[in-house]
């Protein structure tokens, strides 16, 4: 009596179901068969264990205090700090520039880092709109290294890509305000600001700027993998978007 109540109870879709999983289990343990019997496993595992393993040092080595360290330093550890903060140059490069040359113009925003002006940079007579990243007052000598060494990974590391945020300069000589940034200005804001404008508003054209924004974020990454950088700070206010019309 208690089958027959239980097999009434049973749809034949929850029958169908029943046999489905189990004919996807049976499959899936004749293919492990088939693997193991070949060799084949072995092979995957041998591919896999290393990339396994890498992911383990790599969580590892980033969490707790040092992985907060490296957080706040932009992702640099402290050997990286020093070697790129003293970096020095047989040639002082094209990308040097006096105070002279910067005209702050306004202040956009304040981190807890650094201040943040929109600027204009008289490079060889010509002014050209930038960001200008300066050091907060009262500065001490660590954030002056480590602003330096930010100017010299971008100088001697980084490079031009169309993708990835302009490095045009800095002024480096002793003065009072420490070393100052100089960086592609992006009138759009960040990408924050721009789907917060756009999220009431959705269009053709805003659907196939994502689209650019997306593939052209990852044309970015792409370059900066070649050049051995990792990038660990990808939020959306570290992000800034170039409309295409």
Not at 16 to 29: K, R
Not at 38 to 59: D, F, Q, S, W, Y
Not at 102 to 107: S, Y
Not at 222 to 245: G, Q
Request: proline fraction near 2%; hydrophobic fraction near 40%; include cysteine.
């Amino acid at each position: 009596a208690a089958e027959r109540q239980v097999s009434e109870n049973l749809t034949t879709g929850g029958i169908a179901g029943i046999v489905v999983a189990i004919c996807l289990l049976l499959l899936f343990a004749v293919f492990i068969l088939v693997m193991w019997r070949t060799g084949r496993l072995r092979k995957v595992e041998a591919v896999v264990a290393p990339i396994r393993n890498t992911i383990r040092r790599r969580r590892d080595g980033n969490t707790g205090a040092i992985g907060y360290k490296q957080y706040t330093t932009g992702g640099y550890d402290q050997d990286e700090i020093y070697m790129y903060g003293e970096y020095a140059y047989e040639k002082e490069p094209d990308w040097h520039f006096r105070m002279e040359d910067v005209t702050l113009d306004i202040l956009l925003k304040t981190g807890r880092f650094a201040m943040i002006y929109k600027a204009t940079l008289n490079k060889h007579g010509k002014p050209k709109e930038c960001v200008a990243k300066t050091l907060r007052d009262g500065y001490s000598d660590e954030d002056k290294v480590l602003m330096k060494a930010k100017i010299n990974f971008f100088g001697a590391k980084v490079g031009e890509h169309p993708c990835v945020l302009g490095f045009f300069g800095a002024v480096v000589a002793e003065q009072s305000m420490g070393p100052i940034m100089l960086l592609e200005y992006c009138e759009n804001g960040t990408l924050k600001d721009w789907l917060t404008d756009h999220q009431r508003a959705v269009s053709d054209d805003v659907i196939e700027n994502l689209y650019r924004f997306s593939y052209d974020i990852t044309r970015g990454m792409v370059y900066l993998a070649s050049k051995d950088v990792c990038f660990i700070r990808m939020f959306l206010f570290n992000l800034c978007p170039l409309e295409h019309k």
